[in-house]
């Protein structure tokens, strides 16, 4: 499983190419938060319906396009937004 880290955390030069060797041998799971990347993801799991204790269970599932249909979720709102607008 690889996971996606905040723009503010920092690593290890060479952590990206440690990364680029396990995705070569892996079906790489990625935790991420930038639309752009949400929108070519093969397959998105939503998890919520908040943070903390508050989260914890799947609200959406499937391809991008489905996820941004699939109703009212943060993530949902986001990529429906960011989907029209590409299709512009």
Do not use: C, F, K
Not at 37 to 44: L, M, P, R, S
Not at 54 to 62: D, L
Not at 71 to 76: I, K, L, S, V
């Amino acid at each position: 499983m690889l996971l996606g880290r905040n723009a503010e955390q920092s690593g290890d030069d060479d952590d990206g190419e440690r990364i680029g060797q396990r995705v070569d041998q892996i079906e790489p799971v990625v935790v991420e938060h930038d639309l752009r990347t949400i929108a070519v993801a093969d397959w998105i799991i939503g998890l919520g319906p908040g943070a903390g204790t508050a989260g914890g269970r799947v609200v959406a599932e499937g391809v991008p396009h489905d996820v941004a249909r699939s109703g009212d979720t943060p993530t949902a709102t986001h990529l429906r937004g960011y989907l029209a607008a590409r299709t512009r």
